[in-house]
């Protein structure tokens, strides 16, 4: 599994962590040791992945993603600065997340922000089909996933067999 983080600029600070189920953070900064919290809830869940994909922000850079990255032994590439066409899943995805929510709503609060960011992410993944997913919902795509290979877990994380 490779988890593709981003950071997308709006009244509060998102930060993408595109995992399969989808999990994402909104906060009104976000540094490297939040980023390693989330991680390491996403690993709880879905295991650990072979490698995260980032741009350069700060937040990925730091010393704590960096010991993230090496206490877990899960390979972090960073894409070349100013050439987001690198890592075009995400751009794609930050272009879905700026169009239908980000331009289209005003945040009064952070929890308001969340609550909302809450409801597209149920949308997004419950709700609307995706081309790309055979026009399947990721919660679709995943139990398919499930039921065809077993767990989507062993399906899609590095096992300690594979370390």
Same mark, same amino acid.
């Given at each position: 599994?490779?988890?593709?983080? @981003?950071?997308?600029? @709006?009244?509060?600070?998102?930060?993408?962590?595109?995992?399969?189920a989808?999990?994402?953070?909104?906060?009104t900064s976000?540094?490297? !040791?939040?980023?390693?919290?989330a991680?390491?809830?996403?690993?709880?869940?879905y295991?650990?992945p072979?490698?995260?994909?980032?741009?350069?922000?700060?937040?990925?850079?730091?010393? @704590?993603?960096?010991?993230?990255?090496?206490?877990?032994?899960?390979?972090?590439?960073?894409?070349d600065?100013?050439?987001?066409?690198?890592?075009?899943?995400?751009?794609?995805?930050?272009?879905?997340?700026?169009?239908?929510?980000?331009?289209?709503?005003?945040f009064?609060?952070?929890?308001?922000?969340?609550?909302?960011? !809450?409801?597209?992410?149920?949308?997004?993944?419950?709700?609307?089909?995706h081309?790309?997913?055979g026009n399947?919902?990721p !919660?679709?795509?995943r139990?398919?996933?499930?039921?065809?290979?077993g767990?989507?877990?062993?399906?899609? !994380?590095?096992?300690?067999?594979?370390?």
């Amino acid at each position: 599994m490779t988890i593709v983080v @981003a950071a997308t600029c @709006a009244p509060s600070r998102q930060i993408a962590l595109q995992s399969p189920a989808g999990q994402w953070m909104a906060d009104t900064s976000n540094s490297g !040791a939040r980023v390693a919290r989330a991680l390491d809830a996403l690993v709880r869940i879905y295991g650990k992945p072979v490698c995260i994909v980032s741009d350069n922000g700060t937040e990925f850079t730091s010393r @704590a993603i960096l010991k993230w990255a090496g206490d877990n032994d899960v390979d972090w590439h960073y894409i070349d600065p100013g050439k987001p066409q690198q890592n075009g899943f995400i751009e794609s995805f930050n272009g879905s997340l700026r169009d239908e929510l980000l331009n289209e709503e005003i945040f009064d609060t952070l929890e308001d922000a969340r609550r909302k960011l !809450a409801l597209w992410r149920y949308d997004y993944n419950n709700v609307r089909p995706h081309s790309s997913l055979g026009n399947q919902t990721p !919660a679709e795509a995943r139990r398919a996933l499930e039921k065809s290979e077993g767990s989507a877990h062993d399906a899609l !994380a590095q096992t300690d067999d594979e370390e």
